[in-house]
């Protein structure tokens, strides 16, 4: 079993900037992907971004430029440098950590910004 555990959301004015912060413990061999999820008021939860044990990362075109992912393999740990958030960066944001065959989900942080 592996457990994930978010940190770093909070309350941010339009322009601002947050980095969010995700730990995996538990029975880890290699993690294989990691990575971010966010779903908003009423929609469905969508990619944000994601990266490879070997660093390869895939972002979302709707947060490519402000969003930078990045991870450290000998802390099991990734992160979301999120700048230049506007409303519509407002959601629940996961997350994700695929080990072997199985997939992992946080329990989600609270990212709100204020216009």
């Known amino acids: 079993q592996v457990q994930l555990v978010e940190s770093g959301g909070g309350l941010v004015q339009a322009g601002g900037s947050l980095r969010l912060n995700c730990a995996a413990s538990g029975t880890i061999f290699t993690i294989n992907t990691m990575g971010w999820f966010r779903q908003a008021p009423g929609k469905q939860r969508e990619l944000v971004a994601i990266i490879t044990s070997d660093y390869k990362t895939n972002t979302a075109d709707s947060v490519k430029g402000r969003l930078t992912i990045s991870r450290d393999n000998a802390k099991n740990t990734v992160s979301l440098q999120m700048n230049s958030l506007n409303a519509e960066d407002t959601a629940v944001y996961y997350c994700?950590?695929?080990?072997?065959?199985?997939?992992?989900w946080g329990l989600g942080t609270q990212v709100t910004v204020s216009s």
């Open positions: 994700y950590a695929a080990v072997r065959s199985s997939t992992y």
